[in-house]
């Protein structure tokens, strides 16, 4: 048994009937969601300032009823509660009327009442009563914090509770041109019979099994067709209800690499290794330009010690003059602290001559 949307009873002089509401309709049409073409993402809905067009957040958002063009009266949600109909739990019958009264554009949503165990003999009692005196009781009920006015009614084995639209919500044909050409048409009798044995030839039972959503059924039978040939978009789910910031910025990196992340495994995988050979000799290059700098700074150092040490054999006497070739940074040292040592030994034989000289 499906489930009861609202549990009450009806309710008239001192009968009472306890009942339950089960929705009567579904809706078995196609649900298209909106994605992001380009990244197969879902689209929702944002609160935007209509004049600013930034978005925000829902604590500031008043609800408003347009008095004129312009200007509103806010009304609080606590006045908006305090005007709702107290509910009562009951579908509160006030009058019988004959079952063809009811206007068709005023038929709005159906929904069966279920009988409670404690009111099935009453149930049935109110369901013969009207069938058998071919009337419909009007009732108003209160669902959620709406009032509404419906019809009682039965049907087969069950009472059935119509939906009615307020009178005040159903226009009257005068929004419609129906000029003297409609509504006092001559039509000739041969028209009329002819007419009329169409309709005759034309004419079968009510059979349910025959009327169906063709758009429905072709779309799902797409669906179908291309879910089996394999085109089908991967979307991810969004975690949280809380949207995410705006931008005008289109993050085309992103874009690109979850393209790319389909492909991926399509695609062989020499392109990868040439990319990594790439980038293995350009590390293997910059590291050789690296390293000739260094050589190249050593030899400038070295020669800059050769130069020092030559002037210094030059300003020795003693000294023996070497031709200097490429020297290694070891022998640079060594020559060096010979040539320093020389020179200190030709300072200090300058040294003893000059004092012998002047003591004579």
Do not use: C
């Not at 009562?88 to 009811?102: L, N």
């Not at 159906?110 to 003999?121: H, I």
């Not at 005068?174 to 039509?187: S, Y």
């Not at 150092?301 to 300003?315: F, G, I, R, V």
């Amino acid at each position: 048994m499906a489930r009861a949307i609202w549990k009450g009873a009806i309710s008239f002089g001192l009968v009472h009937i306890p009942v339950g509401l089960v929705s009567a309709s579904s809706s078995i049409g196609v649900d298209f969601d909106w994605l992001d073409a380009r990244s197969m993402e879902p689209v929702g809905y944002k609160r935007v300032n209509k004049i600013t067009g930034k978005e925000i957040k829902k604590e500031n958002i008043v609800k408003g009823v347009k008095y004129e063009k312009g200007r509103y009266v806010v009304i609080s949600e606590d006045e908006i509660r305090a005007a709702h109909p107290k509910a009562t739990q009951t579908i509160d019958i006030f009058s019988f009327i004959d079952a063809d009264k009811i206007p068709l554009p005023n038929i709005d949503t159906p929904y069966y009442l279920a009988p409670d165990k404690r009111g099935e003999k009453v149930y049935a009692l109110l369901r013969e009563t009207l069938s058998k005196t071919n009337k419909v009781a009007l009732a108003r009920v209160i669902i959620r914090t709406r009032e509404h006015l419906a019809a009682l009614m039965p049907l087969d084995s069950a009472l059935i509770l119509v939906m009615l639209r307020w009178p005040a919500e159903v226009r009257e044909l005068d929004v419609i041109d129906l000029n003297e050409a409609v509504t006092d048409a001559t039509l000739k009798k041969g028209e009329l019979d002819m007419a009329k044995r169409l309709v005759d030839d034309m004419t079968s039972d009510w059979q349910p099994d025959e009327y169906e959503d063709t758009f429905t059924e072709k779309i799902m039978q797409l669906v179908e067709q291309k879910a089996r040939a394999g085109k089908i978009e991967q979307v991810e789910d969004a975690d949280n209800d809380e949207p995410q910031k705006a931008s005008n910025v289109i993050d085309l990196t992103e874009l690109l690499k979850r393209s790319l992340g389909g492909k991926a495994n399509d695609k062989p995988t020499t392109k990868s290794t040439g990319k990594a050979t790439k980038k293995t000799d350009t590390k293997t290059k910059s590291k050789s330009k690296a390293k000739t700098k260094a050589e190249t700074k050593e030899k400038a150092e070295e020669k800059e010690k050769t130069k020092a040490a030559k002037s210094n054999s030059k300003n020795s006497k003693s000294a023996p003059t070497k031709k200097v070739t490429k020297t290694k940074p070891a022998e640079a040292k060594k020559t060096t602290s010979t040539a320093k040592k020389s020179s200190s030994k030709n300072k200090n034989t300058s040294s003893t001559t000059t004092k012998k000289a002047a003591s004579r």
